[in-house]
């Protein structure tokens, strides 16, 4: 019998979120899995799969069915020490003890390496240890954001790029800061400011409040307006979800056409442990 059997997907927001159940990805993908995840993901760009029990062999393989993994240089101290391309994301130090420090990581909104020439394209998170609340992640959808912009809007970033570099646009806090080192090593970049969704062919805004500080060919006196009217816009609370994790939660999002955001609101009594994926690159249909 295929692993797929009495797999379920339930729509949360039409063409935004589903929630898969009755499926287990521990002991292995088989082609139909494949091919259901693959289908899943291309109709929801937040695909959430219950009740799963992940060590980091089968977390990593899944994340093989979407591309190729991205190793972030400037968190390598939360790096898995077999596979460099895990992070944990905890509220815990290296001693232990609670880090009030750790709620704030992730906690402005942004799209995951964007700072870079080549950013990823998924990211996965794997919940293992939760708060019972308060430890949430808000996803805002920009289809739904660029394809609500009013026209004068869109008429001012047709063909333009925006420039980005980690941590420099206008949203506070929600990084961890880089050594000199790092910094050498992540230049600012340009991207063009709307994309098109290689599965989809939907168009998206492809800026964020966290790593977007200017225009390339505007000078910055008008820049800066222009992209507060627009991030204001992207965060219209109708184009937003909020996940609250149950422990075994496996996440998928697709960062080509969301924002996200860590709620950030939990106790430090209690202990939370996810482990992260990023992919850098689809698979090489370019459909995913």
């Not at 977390?59 to 390598?76: K, P």
């Not at 020490?81 to 992070?87: S, T």
């Not at 965060?235 to 998928?252: A, C, K, R, S, T």
């Amino acid at each position: 019998m295929s692993n797929t059997e009495n797999v379920s997907i339930a729509s949360i927001r039409d063409k935004f979120v589903g929630v898969l159940s009755g499926l287990s990805l521990g002991g292995g993908l088989d082609a139909a899995t494949k091919s259901l995840l693959t289908q899943a993901h291309r109709d929801f760009p937040v695909l959430v799969i219950r009740d799963q029990s992940l060590d980091p062999d089968s977390f990593m393989s899944f994340g093989d069915l979407f591309g190729t993994f991205e190793i972030d240089h400037h968190v390598a101290q939360y790096q898995d020490k077999k596979h460099r391309e895990i992070v944990y994301l905890t509220n815990r130090d290296a001693k232990g003890n609670p880090d009030p420090g750790s709620a704030e990581r992730g906690a402005a909104w942004h799209a995951d390496s964007t700072f870079k020439a080549n950013p990823c394209a998924h990211t996965v998170l794997y919940a293992m240890k939760m708060p019972r609340q308060g430890a949430g992640t808000l996803f805002a959808d920009m289809h739904r954001a660029y394809e609500t912009l009013p026209n004068t809007l869109k008429a001012a970033i047709e063909g333009r790029d925006a420039k980005h570099k980690f941590g420099a646009g206008p949203a506070d806090g929600g990084i961890i800061p880089m050594t000199d080192e790092q910094e050498e090593m992540h230049p600012p970049v340009v991207h063009p400011m709307t994309q098109i969704h290689p599965a989809t062919g939907r168009k998206a805004l492809n800026i964020n409040p966290l790593h977007v500080y200017g225009i390339v060919g505007v000078p910055q006196a008008e820049a800066e307006p222009l992209l507060h009217a627009l991030f204001a816009h992207a965060l219209n609370p109708e184009f937003q979800y909020q996940h609250d994790y149950m422990v075994g939660d496996l996440v998928i999002w697709d960062q080509r056409c969301l924002w996200h955001k860590a709620e950030a609101n939990y106790s430090m009594d209690e202990y939370r442990l996810l482990m992260r994926a990023k992919i850098s690159a689809v698979a090489p249909s370019d459909t995913l």
